[in-house]
């Protein structure tokens, strides 16, 4: 089941600089896409979402940004912090679904 | 701030053993689930309860699992009879109720590491 994709597993980014995570899916019927965090020993974290009527949503130094068209999401975070170094999964729902589908996950480290 | 608790937070068991794990989602929430990530793997929906039932399950949740809300707090996993391939995390997570089309926010507790041997 390859419905949520993030094709890179890991991502190293320096303190103060723009990190984006990217992720794609092939279920168009798709509706909302959210964000978590995880680090370890802990369960994911929500970070944010964005609904497919949109194509930007942003929250302090974090942004999501929607591209329908392409199937396409990406994370934003500027400026990096080393707090943010942790695996950030992309998850997707379907209209009046309950489950979440969610990406490999990508491992970000913030380097000082 | 609410939180989901699970535990245990490692069980080791020989195949073939019944497990159960155990949750506490957030008071208010009415949406009830739990996913598993095996080692390596992404994070897998197994099933979600609303109202005292199934809501929706994946074709993972097979007769070896039930869910149970026995007590109006607790949330549990039962896998019948464990396989080697149960070895997993698994999480619980809870959600608000809230319109269906909405934001569906998941509340994810830290997990029960399950290792069958």
């Known amino acids: 089941d390859q419905q949520v994709k993030q094709n890179s597993p890991s991502l190293s980014v320096q303190e103060g600089r723009i990190s984006i995570l990217n992720c794609d899916y092939t279920?168009?019927?798709?509706?909302?896409f959210l964000w978590y965090k995880k680090y370890p020993a802990e369960g994911p974290t929500f970070l944010i979402s964005?609904?497919?009527?949109?194509d930007k949503n942003e929250d302090g130094r974090f942004t999501v940004f929607l591209n329908k068209s392409a199937k396409h999401l990406s994370l934003h975070i500027v400026p990096s912090q080393p707090g943010d170094s942790a695996v950030y999964f992309c998850?997707?729902?379907?209209?009046?679904?309950?489950?979440?589908?969610f990406g490999q996950g990508t491992r970000l480290t913030i380097n000082p | 701030e609410p939180e989901v608790t699970q535990t245990p937070s490692h069980q080791v068991t020989q195949m073939g053993q019944e497990v159960i794990l155990r949750c506490v989602p957030i008071?208010?929430?009415?949406?009830f689930y739990w996913y598993r990530q095996i080692l390596g793997q992404k994070v897998e929906f197994l099933v979600s309860?609303?109202?005292?039932?199934?809501?929706?399950k994946s074709e993972i949740f097979d007769d070896q699992f039930s869910v149970e809300r026995p007590d109006g707090s607790n949330f549990t996993l039962k896998i019948r009879s464990t396989k080697l391939e149960d070895s997993a995390m698994y999480f619980c997570?809870?959600?608000?109720?809230?319109?269906?089309?909405?934001?569906?926010?998941?509340?994810f507790g830290a997990g029960s590491r399950l290792t069958v041997l």
């Open positions: 997570a809870s959600s608000e109720p809230g319109e269906s089309s909405g934001a569906n926010v998941l509340t």
């Open positions: 008071s208010n929430h009415l949406y």
């Open positions: 964005i609904s497919s009527i949109k």
């Open positions: 279920n168009s019927m798709f509706d909302y």
């Open positions: 998850a997707a729902r379907r209209n009046q679904a309950q489950k979440l589908v």
């Open positions: 309860f609303y109202n005292n039932e199934i809501s929706e």
